[in-house]
Protein backbone atom coordinates (compact mmCIF):
# COMPACT_ATOMS: atom_id res chain seq x y z
CA UNK A 1 0.00 0.00 0.00
CA UNK A 2 1.67 3.45 -1.09
CA UNK A 3 4.54 4.95 1.27
CA UNK A 4 5.98 2.90 3.84
CA UNK A 5 8.64 3.59 6.77
CA UNK A 6 10.83 0.43 7.34
CA UNK A 7 10.74 -0.34 10.91
CA UNK A 8 14.14 -0.69 12.46
CA UNK A 9 14.77 -1.12 16.07
CA UNK A 10 16.26 2.12 17.56
CA UNK A 11 19.94 1.86 19.30
CA UNK A 12 20.16 4.70 21.11
CA UNK A 13 21.01 5.40 24.39
CA UNK A 14 19.37 6.89 27.52
CA UNK A 15 18.02 10.20 26.71
CA UNK A 16 20.13 12.81 27.79
CA UNK A 17 18.34 15.48 30.58
CA UNK A 18 16.66 18.28 28.47
CA UNK A 19 19.43 21.21 29.36
CA UNK A 20 21.77 18.99 28.31
CA UNK A 21 20.26 18.36 25.34
CA UNK A 22 19.79 22.00 24.31
CA UNK A 23 23.11 22.47 25.44
CA UNK A 24 24.79 19.97 22.81
CA UNK A 25 21.73 21.11 20.36
CA UNK A 26 23.47 24.60 20.58
CA UNK A 27 26.80 23.54 20.32
CA UNK A 28 26.54 21.50 17.56
CA UNK A 29 24.91 24.46 15.59
CA UNK A 30 28.11 26.15 16.69
CA UNK A 31 30.06 23.33 15.69
CA UNK A 32 28.51 23.61 12.28
CA UNK A 33 29.40 26.89 11.25
CA UNK A 34 32.62 26.97 12.74
CA UNK A 35 33.40 23.71 10.66
CA UNK A 36 32.53 25.86 7.15
CA UNK A 37 34.29 28.86 8.85
CA UNK A 38 37.75 26.95 8.89
CA UNK A 39 36.73 25.64 5.20
CA UNK A 40 36.41 29.04 4.20
CA UNK A 41 39.42 30.10 5.72
CA UNK A 42 41.43 27.37 4.14
CA UNK A 43 39.65 27.79 0.78
CA UNK A 44 40.78 31.64 1.26
CA UNK A 45 44.16 30.90 2.23
CA UNK A 46 44.98 28.91 -0.53
CA UNK A 47 43.46 31.35 -2.87
CA UNK A 48 45.42 34.00 -0.90
CA UNK A 49 48.70 32.24 -1.20
CA UNK A 50 48.57 31.09 -5.16
CA UNK A 51 47.80 34.64 -5.85
CA UNK A 52 50.16 36.43 -3.40
CA UNK A 53 52.99 34.07 -4.74
CA UNK A 54 51.82 35.04 -8.26
CA UNK A 55 51.95 38.01 -7.87
CA UNK A 56 55.14 38.46 -5.89
CA UNK A 57 56.45 36.52 -8.63
CA UNK A 58 55.44 39.28 -11.18
CA UNK A 59 56.88 42.02 -8.93
CA UNK A 60 60.54 40.05 -8.43
CA UNK A 61 60.16 40.07 -12.33
CA UNK A 62 59.67 43.79 -12.84
CA UNK A 63 62.10 44.50 -10.05
CA UNK A 64 64.81 42.50 -11.95
CA UNK A 65 64.10 44.33 -15.26
CA UNK A 66 63.82 47.46 -13.78
CA UNK A 67 67.42 46.69 -12.55
CA UNK A 68 68.34 45.56 -15.67
CA UNK A 69 67.37 48.85 -17.13
CA UNK A 70 69.39 51.34 -14.58
CA UNK A 71 72.51 49.38 -15.23
CA UNK A 72 72.02 49.20 -18.80
CA UNK A 73 70.95 52.87 -19.58
CA UNK A 74 72.98 54.17 -17.14
CA UNK A 75 76.59 52.50 -16.83
CA UNK A 76 76.57 50.35 -20.08
CA UNK A 77 75.37 53.28 -22.45
CA UNK A 78 77.56 55.77 -21.63
CA UNK A 79 80.72 54.06 -22.49
CA UNK A 80 79.40 52.37 -25.67
CA UNK A 81 81.10 53.46 -28.68
CA UNK A 82 80.58 52.72 -32.42
CA UNK A 83 83.56 51.03 -32.34
CA UNK A 84 81.26 48.49 -30.69
CA UNK A 85 78.91 47.37 -33.55
CA UNK A 86 82.24 45.70 -35.28
CA UNK A 87 83.43 44.56 -31.83
CA UNK A 88 86.95 46.55 -31.74
CA UNK A 89 89.13 46.11 -29.12
CA UNK A 90 88.92 49.21 -27.14
CA UNK A 91 85.89 49.55 -27.51
CA UNK A 92 84.88 46.23 -26.20
CA UNK A 93 87.63 46.69 -23.22
CA UNK A 94 85.96 49.68 -21.96
CA UNK A 95 82.06 48.00 -21.71
CA UNK A 96 83.73 45.27 -20.38
CA UNK A 97 85.29 47.84 -17.42
CA UNK A 98 82.34 48.72 -16.87
CA UNK A 99 80.40 45.72 -16.89
CA UNK A 100 83.07 43.26 -14.72
CA UNK A 101 84.45 45.78 -12.53
CA UNK A 102 82.06 48.90 -12.32
CA UNK A 103 79.01 47.03 -10.33
CA UNK A 104 76.88 45.59 -12.88
CA UNK A 105 77.34 41.88 -12.48
CA UNK A 106 76.74 41.40 -9.28
CA UNK A 107 74.43 39.49 -6.96
CA UNK A 108 72.20 37.74 -8.64
CA UNK A 109 72.97 39.22 -11.84
CA UNK A 110 75.61 36.45 -13.34
CA UNK A 111 75.49 37.20 -17.14
CA UNK A 112 75.65 39.92 -20.00
CA UNK A 113 75.74 39.89 -23.07
CA UNK A 114 75.52 42.71 -26.17
CA UNK A 115 74.36 41.77 -29.68
CA UNK A 116 74.27 43.45 -32.91
CA UNK A 117 70.91 43.34 -34.80
CA UNK A 118 72.34 40.56 -37.21
CA UNK A 119 73.07 37.91 -34.08
CA UNK A 120 76.64 38.58 -32.96
CA UNK A 121 77.36 38.86 -29.44
CA UNK A 122 80.39 41.59 -29.60
CA UNK A 123 80.69 41.39 -26.11
CA UNK A 124 80.20 39.03 -22.98
CA UNK A 125 81.35 38.32 -19.91
CA UNK A 126 82.25 34.55 -20.83
CA UNK A 127 84.55 35.39 -23.23
CA UNK A 128 84.60 32.03 -25.89
CA UNK A 129 80.75 33.82 -26.59
CA UNK A 130 82.77 36.96 -28.49
CA UNK A 131 82.49 37.42 -32.03
CA UNK A 132 79.94 33.87 -32.49
CA UNK A 133 76.96 34.80 -34.52
CA UNK A 134 73.43 33.26 -33.50
CA UNK A 135 69.85 33.66 -34.74
CA UNK A 136 67.81 36.20 -32.46
CA UNK A 137 64.34 34.72 -31.64
CA UNK A 138 61.93 36.96 -32.70
CA UNK A 139 61.05 38.70 -28.99
CA UNK A 140 64.59 39.84 -29.16
CA UNK A 141 64.68 41.63 -33.00
CA UNK A 142 61.32 43.12 -31.84
CA UNK A 143 63.08 44.53 -28.32
CA UNK A 144 65.67 46.14 -30.92
CA UNK A 145 63.35 47.27 -33.71
CA UNK A 146 60.93 48.47 -31.38
CA UNK A 147 62.67 49.94 -28.88
CA UNK A 148 61.42 47.46 -26.17
CA UNK A 149 62.00 45.67 -22.80
CA UNK A 150 61.44 41.78 -22.49
CA UNK A 151 61.92 39.26 -19.39
CA UNK A 152 61.14 35.66 -20.02
CA UNK A 153 62.78 32.54 -18.39
CA UNK A 154 66.01 31.83 -20.17
CA UNK A 155 65.88 28.46 -22.51
CA UNK A 156 69.15 27.18 -21.87
CA UNK A 157 68.42 24.40 -24.88
CA UNK A 158 69.22 27.42 -27.52
CA UNK A 159 72.85 27.14 -28.49
CA UNK A 160 74.02 30.93 -27.45
CA UNK A 161 73.20 29.49 -23.54
CA UNK A 162 75.70 27.33 -23.43
CA UNK A 163 77.49 27.89 -20.90
CA UNK A 164 74.88 28.89 -18.30
CA UNK A 165 73.03 25.57 -18.45
CA UNK A 166 74.90 24.70 -15.04
CA UNK A 167 73.65 27.88 -13.89
CA UNK A 168 70.17 26.51 -13.08
CA UNK A 169 66.60 27.99 -14.16
CA UNK A 170 67.41 31.97 -14.98
CA UNK A 171 65.69 34.69 -16.30
CA UNK A 172 66.83 36.62 -18.79
CA UNK A 173 66.24 40.68 -19.14
CA UNK A 174 66.67 42.59 -22.95
CA UNK A 175 66.19 45.74 -24.40
CA UNK A 176 67.80 48.26 -26.67
CA UNK A 177 70.76 50.29 -26.29
CA UNK A 178 71.95 53.10 -28.56
CA UNK A 179 75.67 53.53 -29.89
CA UNK A 180 76.91 57.74 -29.89
CA UNK A 181 75.24 57.35 -34.04
CA UNK A 182 71.79 56.17 -32.28
CA UNK A 183 72.34 52.12 -33.64
CA UNK A 184 70.76 49.82 -31.69
CA UNK A 185 72.29 46.97 -29.83
CA UNK A 186 70.38 44.16 -26.99
CA UNK A 187 71.85 44.48 -24.01
CA UNK A 188 70.67 41.04 -22.51
CA UNK A 189 71.11 40.53 -18.88
CA UNK A 190 70.80 37.04 -16.95
CA UNK A 191 69.74 36.66 -13.42
CA UNK A 192 69.40 33.83 -11.13
CA UNK A 193 65.54 32.91 -10.84
CA UNK A 194 65.64 31.64 -7.54
CA UNK A 195 66.26 34.70 -6.23
CA UNK A 196 62.51 35.61 -7.80
CA UNK A 197 61.31 32.42 -5.92
CA UNK A 198 62.54 34.14 -2.79
CA UNK A 199 61.17 37.34 -3.34
CA UNK A 200 57.78 35.69 -4.59
CA UNK A 201 57.66 33.35 -1.31
CA UNK A 202 58.36 36.87 0.69
CA UNK A 203 55.87 38.74 -0.58
CA UNK A 204 53.40 35.57 -0.02
CA UNK A 205 54.42 35.22 3.44
CA UNK A 206 53.67 39.09 4.58
CA UNK A 207 50.30 39.59 2.48
CA UNK A 208 49.19 35.56 3.32
CA UNK A 209 49.84 36.29 6.85
CA UNK A 210 47.45 39.39 6.75
CA UNK A 211 44.92 37.99 4.84
CA UNK A 212 44.92 34.37 6.46
CA UNK A 213 45.07 36.12 9.84
CA UNK A 214 42.65 38.37 9.49
CA UNK A 215 40.04 36.23 8.18
CA UNK A 216 41.23 33.36 11.83
CA UNK A 217 40.55 36.60 13.70
CA UNK A 218 37.31 37.29 12.09
CA UNK A 219 36.29 33.98 12.66
CA UNK A 220 36.95 33.80 16.12
CA UNK A 221 34.91 37.03 16.42
CA UNK A 222 31.90 35.73 14.65
CA UNK A 223 32.44 32.38 17.28
CA UNK A 224 30.59 34.20 20.17
CA UNK A 225 28.32 35.61 17.91
CA UNK A 226 27.26 32.28 16.60
CA UNK A 227 26.88 30.86 20.24
CA UNK A 228 24.77 33.82 20.89
CA UNK A 229 22.32 33.47 18.10
CA UNK A 230 21.69 30.01 18.37
CA UNK A 231 20.87 30.13 21.86
CA UNK A 232 18.56 32.75 20.90
CA UNK A 233 17.38 30.46 18.70
CA UNK A 234 16.93 27.82 20.78
CA UNK A 235 15.64 29.95 23.33
CA UNK A 236 12.67 31.28 20.86
CA UNK A 237 12.01 27.73 19.90
CA UNK A 238 11.60 26.68 23.27
CA UNK A 239 9.37 29.97 24.05
CA UNK A 240 6.90 28.70 21.04
CA UNK A 241 6.84 25.00 22.05
CA UNK A 242 5.98 26.37 25.63
CA UNK A 243 3.51 28.22 24.13
CA UNK A 244 1.85 25.43 22.09
CA UNK A 245 1.91 23.25 24.87
CA UNK A 246 -0.02 25.88 26.96
CA UNK A 247 -2.19 26.13 24.29
CA UNK A 248 -2.93 22.33 24.38
CA UNK A 249 -3.33 22.30 27.75
CA UNK A 250 -5.54 25.11 27.84
CA UNK A 251 -7.68 23.19 25.12
CA UNK A 252 -7.60 19.92 27.04
CA UNK A 253 -8.99 21.67 30.04
CA UNK A 254 -12.17 23.75 28.29
CA UNK A 255 -12.60 20.13 26.50
CA UNK A 256 -12.84 18.20 29.67
CA UNK A 257 -15.35 21.07 31.36
CA UNK A 258 -17.56 21.08 27.64
CA UNK A 259 -17.07 17.20 28.13
CA UNK A 260 -18.32 16.59 31.68
CA UNK A 261 -21.28 19.30 30.75
CA UNK A 262 -22.78 17.57 28.06
CA UNK A 263 -22.12 14.47 30.03
CA UNK A 264 -23.58 15.17 33.25
CA UNK A 265 -26.37 17.40 31.58
CA UNK A 266 -27.58 16.49 28.37
CA UNK A 267 -26.52 13.10 28.10
CA UNK A 268 -28.46 11.92 31.08
CA UNK A 269 -31.48 13.76 30.77
CA UNK A 270 -31.34 12.35 27.32
CA UNK A 271 -30.77 8.32 28.94
CA UNK A 272 -33.92 9.59 31.26
CA UNK A 273 -35.95 10.41 28.46
CA UNK A 274 -34.96 7.14 26.61
CA UNK A 275 -36.04 4.95 29.89
CA UNK A 276 -38.77 7.06 30.15
CA UNK A 277 -40.11 6.33 26.45
CA UNK A 278 -39.36 2.53 26.77
CA UNK A 279 -41.63 2.53 30.22
CA UNK A 280 -44.14 3.83 28.40
CA UNK A 281 -44.09 1.49 25.53
CA UNK A 282 -44.23 -1.20 27.74
CA UNK A 283 -46.92 0.16 29.55
CA UNK A 284 -48.88 1.13 26.56
CA UNK A 285 -51.96 -1.86 26.47
CA UNK A 286 -53.49 -3.00 23.80
CA UNK A 287 -52.64 0.42 22.18
CA UNK A 288 -50.31 -1.44 19.20
CA UNK A 289 -49.70 1.76 17.28
CA UNK A 290 -48.52 4.31 20.10
CA UNK A 291 -46.79 1.31 21.45
CA UNK A 292 -44.67 0.72 18.42
CA UNK A 293 -44.13 5.05 18.51
CA UNK A 294 -42.54 4.93 21.88
CA UNK A 295 -40.74 2.06 21.16
CA UNK A 296 -38.66 3.59 18.27
CA UNK A 297 -38.79 6.97 19.27
CA UNK A 298 -36.62 5.33 22.39
CA UNK A 299 -33.96 3.37 20.14
CA UNK A 300 -33.75 6.72 18.03
CA UNK A 301 -32.95 8.19 21.45
CA UNK A 302 -30.95 5.41 22.59
CA UNK A 303 -28.77 5.98 19.57
CA UNK A 304 -28.20 9.59 19.49
CA UNK A 305 -27.10 8.53 23.23
CA UNK A 306 -24.47 6.61 22.03
CA UNK A 307 -23.39 8.70 19.25
CA UNK A 308 -23.20 11.61 21.36
CA UNK A 309 -21.02 9.50 23.80
CA UNK A 310 -18.66 9.10 20.12
CA UNK A 311 -18.49 12.74 19.95
CA UNK A 312 -17.82 13.36 23.42
CA UNK A 313 -14.62 10.70 23.29
CA UNK A 314 -13.51 12.99 20.17
CA UNK A 315 -13.52 15.91 22.24
CA UNK A 316 -11.76 14.34 25.47
CA UNK A 317 -10.20 11.56 25.40
CA UNK A 318 -10.74 8.68 28.35
CA UNK A 319 -8.62 8.44 30.80
CA UNK A 320 -5.21 6.62 29.52
CA UNK A 321 -4.25 5.38 32.50
CA UNK A 322 -6.94 3.76 33.97
CA UNK A 323 -8.34 2.30 30.46
CA UNK A 324 -5.19 1.72 28.21
CA UNK A 325 -3.60 2.94 25.45
CA UNK A 326 -4.33 0.08 22.98
CA UNK A 327 -8.17 0.29 24.09
CA UNK A 328 -8.19 4.08 23.80
CA UNK A 329 -6.32 3.30 19.87
CA UNK A 330 -8.93 0.87 19.09
CA UNK A 331 -11.77 2.91 19.27
CA UNK A 332 -10.30 5.29 17.54
CA UNK A 333 -10.03 3.15 14.77
CA UNK A 334 -12.93 1.93 15.34
CA UNK A 335 -14.83 5.18 14.67
CA UNK A 336 -12.44 5.73 11.41
CA UNK A 337 -13.82 1.93 9.80
CA UNK A 338 -17.36 4.00 10.81
CA UNK A 339 -16.80 6.00 7.95
CA UNK A 340 -15.91 2.66 5.95
CA UNK A 341 -11.93 2.93 5.97
CA UNK A 342 -10.28 -0.39 6.95
CA UNK A 343 -8.54 0.05 9.94
CA UNK A 344 -6.04 -2.30 11.63
CA UNK A 345 -3.82 -2.09 15.23
CA UNK A 346 -0.58 -4.40 15.49
CA UNK A 347 0.46 -3.86 19.54
CA UNK A 348 2.30 -6.59 19.16
CA UNK A 349 5.52 -6.07 20.03
CA UNK A 350 4.30 -3.59 23.17
CA UNK A 351 5.82 -5.16 26.03
CA UNK A 352 5.72 -2.33 28.54
CA UNK A 353 3.50 -0.18 30.15
CA UNK A 354 3.44 3.33 28.61
CA UNK A 355 3.50 6.43 30.90
CA UNK A 356 0.35 8.82 31.05
CA UNK A 357 2.16 11.78 29.22
CA UNK A 358 3.85 9.79 26.40
CA UNK A 359 0.26 7.97 25.76
CA UNK A 360 -1.50 11.00 25.70
CA UNK A 361 0.96 12.38 22.85
CA UNK A 362 0.76 8.91 21.08
CA UNK A 363 -2.64 9.25 21.23
CA UNK A 364 -3.32 12.60 20.09
CA UNK A 365 -0.76 11.77 17.27
CA UNK A 366 -3.15 9.05 16.24
CA UNK A 367 -6.16 10.64 16.49
CA UNK A 368 -4.63 13.18 14.26
CA UNK A 369 -3.57 11.33 11.73
CA UNK A 370 -7.06 9.22 11.67
CA UNK A 371 -9.06 12.38 11.16
CA UNK A 372 -6.72 13.13 8.04
CA UNK A 373 -7.27 9.91 6.78
CA UNK A 374 -10.95 10.02 7.12
CA UNK A 375 -11.50 13.87 6.13
CA UNK A 376 -8.77 14.54 3.23
CA UNK A 377 -6.77 11.38 2.59
CA UNK A 378 -9.30 9.17 0.14
CA UNK A 379 -7.81 6.41 1.75
CA UNK A 380 -9.29 2.77 1.65
CA UNK A 381 -7.05 1.63 4.48
CA UNK A 382 -5.06 2.70 7.52
CA UNK A 383 -2.52 0.20 9.85
CA UNK A 384 -1.43 1.47 12.96
CA UNK A 385 1.98 -0.21 14.58
CA UNK A 386 2.62 0.32 17.92
CA UNK A 387 5.52 -0.67 19.91
CA UNK A 388 8.27 -0.32 22.61
CA UNK A 389 12.53 -1.01 21.43
CA UNK A 390 15.49 0.31 23.51
CA UNK A 391 13.79 2.59 25.82
CA UNK A 392 11.38 4.26 23.28
CA UNK A 393 7.91 4.27 22.21
CA UNK A 394 7.59 3.89 18.28
CA UNK A 395 4.57 4.43 16.42
CA UNK A 396 3.65 4.44 12.76
CA UNK A 397 0.48 4.99 10.75
CA UNK A 398 0.89 4.14 7.17
CA UNK A 399 -2.41 4.78 4.58
CA UNK A 400 -3.00 4.56 1.04
CA UNK A 401 -4.37 7.59 0.26
CA UNK A 402 -3.66 10.13 -2.62
CA UNK A 403 -0.82 11.49 -0.27
CA UNK A 404 0.63 15.31 -0.68
CA UNK A 405 3.86 16.55 -1.69
CA UNK A 406 5.57 17.79 2.13
CA UNK A 407 7.84 20.54 0.32
CA UNK A 408 4.77 22.06 -1.30
CA UNK A 409 3.59 25.29 0.16
CA UNK A 410 1.10 24.34 2.51
CA UNK A 411 -2.26 26.81 2.29
CA UNK A 412 -3.99 28.07 4.99
CA UNK A 413 -6.16 25.76 7.26
CA UNK A 414 -3.50 22.62 6.37
CA UNK A 415 -4.63 19.87 7.77
CA UNK A 416 -1.25 18.75 8.56
CA UNK A 417 -1.08 21.66 10.81
CA UNK A 418 -1.83 19.66 13.68
CA UNK A 419 0.88 17.13 12.90
CA UNK A 420 3.31 20.13 13.06
CA UNK A 421 2.35 20.91 16.17
CA UNK A 422 2.69 17.72 17.76
CA UNK A 423 6.07 17.32 15.93
CA UNK A 424 7.46 20.31 18.40
CA UNK A 425 6.23 19.20 21.43
CA UNK A 426 7.77 15.76 20.54
CA UNK A 427 11.10 17.23 19.65
CA UNK A 428 10.66 18.85 23.17
CA UNK A 429 9.86 15.52 24.57
CA UNK A 430 13.24 14.15 23.22
CA UNK A 431 12.22 12.41 20.38
CA UNK A 432 10.82 13.27 16.67
CA UNK A 433 8.13 13.01 14.68
CA UNK A 434 8.25 12.14 10.96
CA UNK A 435 5.78 12.79 7.89
CA UNK A 436 6.38 10.88 4.94
CA UNK A 437 4.18 11.64 1.97
CA UNK A 438 4.49 11.90 -2.07
CA UNK A 439 1.02 12.37 -4.33
CA UNK A 440 -0.33 9.53 -5.12
CA UNK A 441 1.73 7.18 -2.79
CA UNK A 442 0.07 7.49 0.58
CA UNK A 443 1.49 8.77 4.17
CA UNK A 444 3.68 7.44 6.68
CA UNK A 445 3.52 9.02 10.11
CA UNK A 446 6.45 8.14 12.24
CA UNK A 447 6.57 8.71 16.20
CA UNK A 448 9.61 7.67 18.48
CA UNK A 449 9.63 9.11 21.99
CA UNK A 450 11.86 8.03 25.00
CA UNK A 451 10.73 6.09 27.89
CA UNK A 452 11.42 7.83 30.81
Known amino acids: M ?24 VARQVGQFVALAVLAVVLVGVATAIAARRAGESAAIADRSTEALIKAQSLVEPVITDGLLTAEPEAVAAVADVIERGGVIEGDLIRVKIWTPEGVIVYSDELRLEGRQFTLGQDEQNAISDGLMQADVSDLAEPENEFERNEGKLLEVYLPVRTPSGERLLFEAYFRYDSVLQSAEQTWLVFGTIAVGGLIALQIVQVPIAWSLASRLRQRQREREGLLLQALEAS ?13 GVVQDLAGVAYSLAGAARSGGKDEPTATLLTESAAEVRSSITALRSLLVQIYPPNLAEEGLVPVLTDLLSRAEAHGVRASLDASRLSRP ?46 DGIGFDPNAARPAGDPHFGLRGLASLASDGGGSLTVQSAPGEGTAISLKLPLR
Open 354 to 399: VPESIAGLVYRTTQEALRNVVSHAQASTVDVWLANEDHHVLLEIND
Open 252 to 264: DIERRRIAADLHD
Open 2 to 25: GLRRTRQATNGAEERPKGERRRWQ
